[in-house]
């Protein structure tokens, strides 16, 4: 039997195809991961484009989506650190006392980090399967790069999240 994970897992809409890819690497290792993150069809991309949908509207469906996690897992991919609603739902995770931890998509970098998770950030991972599930499980908080070198988080308070 799969072990399963309840995440929402932040990310930019353009990395959509890396979510996929970070839930079928950890099924590759027994888990079914159940993600609760939204992921917008392109009509309703389009909506959110154009401003028809309310912040206050997206901030409750996300909060009502986080809640239900475990886990918030953060994606970091090439602009992350520029997305205005990943480092919402960072500092939204961090207020529900929510683990969070970063993964570096194949490609991301150091400078891809986004400031919120710097802040409040439990460990953050290469995109290896193992250092994934040891970090969601919350058996280890490593900081790495993305190559899986060890890194000093810039957090000056260490965070000890909760995994479930």
């Excluded at 072990?3 to 888990?31: K, P």
């Excluded at 909506?47 to 997206?58: A, F, H, S, Y």
């Excluded at 409040?120 to 919350?138: F, H, K, Q, R």
Aim: proline letters at 5%; aromatic letters at 6%.
């Amino acid at each position: 039997m799969a072990n399963r994970r309840h995440l929402f897992i932040s990310h930019h809409h353009a990395d959509d195809e890396h979510v996929t890819g970070l839930t079928r690497m950890l099924a590759r290792s027994g888990y079914e991961i159940r993600n609760s993150s939204i992921r917008a069809k392109p009509a309703n991309q389009r909506r959110l484009d154009e401003g028809r949908i309310p912040d206050r509207t997206l901030k409750r469906l996300l909060r009502m989506k986080i809640s239900w996690a475990s886990t918030v897992v953060v994606l970091i991919g090439k602009n992350t650190h520029q997305r205005q609603w990943v480092d919402w739902e960072i500092k939204k995770a961090n207020e529900l006392g929510k683990r969070i931890v970063g993964v570096y998509e194949r490609g991301g970098t150091e400078n891809d980090v986004p400031e919120a998770f710097n802040r409040y950030g439990d460990a953050l991972v290469s995109w290896t399967s193992a250092n994934v599930i040891d970090a969601i499980e919350g058996r280890s908080d490593p900081f790495e790069r993305p190559d899986g070198a060890p890194r000093q988080p810039d957090n000056d308070t260490p965070r000890s999240g909760c995994a479930a």
